[in-house]
């Protein structure tokens, strides 16, 4: 089981469409406060549809209490500013895979706090970023490829 993780979320489309995909891949999906939505927001549910339900989304107030809640998971930072290619990170089962707010990314120091985690997808120049819905969906398929989608068919 891989675990999403949104630093402080935006947009609720994108929010909910990455709640689908968690349901779909059975990933665990971490909201990180302050959201720029409400949870019970009408478009994040209905961009989620029927998977909200059977999705495990765990919320918390502060990154400090994801890494308290936590302990131990690997976790790689996916940032315009990383310095290796996503696709050369050895994935395994369990690991978090964090991303940004829509409009800044990660802050700098969550980035810090992880230097040699934070992977990027290769873009071509002067390009700013990919949708965050994409961007999770091309990570999680590559670290679910990697473990040779167990338990998937």
């Known amino acids: 089981m891989m675990h999403i993780v949104l630093h402080e979320p935006e947009i609720p489309q994108n929010t909910g469409n990455i709640v689908r ?3 779909a891949t059975g990933s665990v999906l971490h909201l990180i406060k302050p959201l720029g939505f409400s949870i019970d927001d009408r478009q ?8 909200w339900h059977n999705t495990d989304i765990r919320v ?9 809640k936590t302990p131990g998971l690997n976790r790689w930072l996916f ?3 990383g310095g290796k290619p996503y696709h050369t990170a050895r994935f395994q089962d369990g ?18 706090l992880y230097p040699d985690a934070c992977l990027r997808l290769p873009m071509i120049p002067d390009t700013r970023s990919l949708n ?4 999770v969906a091309v990570a999680l398929f590559e670290a679910l490829r990697q473990q040779g989608f167990m338990g998937m068919n």
Do not use: M, Q, W
Request: charged share 30%; aromatic share 8%; net charge negative.
């Open 21 to 23: 995909t968690c349901s």
């Open 44 to 51: 994040l549910k209905r961009a989620g549809l029927d998977y």
């Open 60 to 68: 918390h107030e502060s990154f400090d209490e994801f890494l308290d």
């Open 79 to 81: 940032t315009t500013k």
């Open 95 to 112: 690991d978090c895979l964090v991303f940004g707010k829509e409009t800044a990314g990660l802050p700098d120091g969550i980035r810090e």
């Open 132 to 135: 965050l819905s994409n961007s």
